[in-house]
């Protein structure tokens, strides 16, 4: 069992046996090491320096707990986080998954769930950023409708014409918040195909 896709995994274990055997096995895998750590404050100061593709971390560590690691690193540098315990209660399940953890492995582990735990934790991840980024696309699409309906050239309640000193300030605002690039949709075919040969002033 290799993984198609290389990625860096930072290893957060305060146990130097259990991060041996976690280091070998993932190597083992087709994962490259991106670092060790020792408890979830060092782990904190590493993520920006080695920027890992995914975070294996341990919950029970000294100075700071996987869970509040992960909670800060979720907020500050968003990653697939797999945690890696000793212990599986389903109080530290719910807690590590409202902190943003997108699988869970009880130690010690097999090559295959290692393998399983930590391909979830980043396809879930890869979708949340998906969902975030389309949710973003749609709160600016609403954005622009609501900006569009105030320009629209005639009053929708009695139908006459804008024309006024106000509506001119605010067709002009939109049209220069437009970006260079984007601008042709918006041209009449006769300055479009002028564009198409002159390129955009």
């Not at 995914?54 to 968003?78: N, T």
Request: charged share 30%.
């Amino acid at each position: 069992m290799k993984v198609s896709k290389k990625r860096k995994v930072l290893v957060v274990e305060d146990d130097h046996l259990v991060s041996e055997m976690i280091r070998g096995m993932l190597e083992e895998l087709g994962y490259e090491i991106a670092g060790e750590a020792e408890d979830g404050h060092e782990a904190l100061g590493m993520i920006k320096e080695v920027q890992p593709d995914v975070v294996l971390m341990d919950i029970k560590m000294p100075r700071m707990s996987g869970i509040e690691a992960a909670i800060l690193i979720q907020k500050h540098f968003p990653t697939p986080i797999v945690i890696l315990s000793a212990y599986e209660t389903e109080d530290l399940v719910q807690d590590a998954s409202r902190a943003g953890v997108g699988a869970y492995v009880v130690k010690p582990p097999q090559p295959a769930e290692l393998f399983r735990a930590i391909e979830i934790a980043c396809g879930r991840f890869e979708d949340m950023v998906e969902l975030s980024d389309t949710r973003r696309k749609y709160e600016q699409a609403m954005k622009t409708i609501e900006s569009l309906s105030r320009l629209l050239p005639v009053c929708p309640g009695c139908g006459e014409e804008k024309n006024d000193e106000d509506y001119s300030k605010m067709l002009n605002i939109y049209l220069s918040s437009i970006p260079v690039e984007e601008i042709s949709r918006y041209l009449c075919s006769r300055c479009g195909s002028r564009t198409d040969s002159e390129g955009i002033n």
